[in-house]
Nanobody, 115 residues
Framework: QVQLVESGGGLVQPGGSLRLSCAAS????????MKWYRQAPGKEREFVAL????????NYADSVKGRFTISRDNAKNTVYLQMNSLKPEDTAVYYC????????WGQGTQVTVSS
């Protein structure tokens, strides 16, 4: 049974940083591409970042490029999203998503950027 548990969200001022974590289980984590998505109030879920199974390649949405960094620890079955220089428009619920034939989502973690 696939389980995804996101954590690390919170309230942060503009310009601040947060590090999100996603603990995964129920599949061979080290063999799967992992992604982060986010969903802001009233908007559709959008792609944020991707990392290949070995961590050798990453990809980012233009809106977060240069500010966010995705990484993974295959020994811990965990993917991370380091978010720096946060802006109010980064406010959203953040989700991790494994690239599997069936779609799986966790409960997400709320990130609020506000002064």
């Amino acid at each position: 049974q696939v389980q995804l548990v996101e954590s690390g969200g919170g309230l942060v001022q503009p310009g601040g940083s947060l590090r999100l974590s996603c603990a995964a289980s129920g599949f061979i984590f080290s063999a799967v591409v992992m992604k982060w998505y986010r969903q802001a109030p009233g908007k559709e879920r959008e792609f944020v970042a991707l990392i290949t199974s070995t961590g050798g390649r990453t990809n980012y949405a233009d809106s977060v490029k240069g500010r966010f960094t995705i990484s993974r620890d295959n020994a811990k079955n965990t993917v991370y999203l380091q978010m720096n220089s946060l802006k109010p428009e980064d406010t959203a619920v953040y989700y991790c998503n494994p690239n599997l034939p069936q779609d799986y989502w966790g409960q997400g973690t709320q990130v609020t950027v506000s002064s």
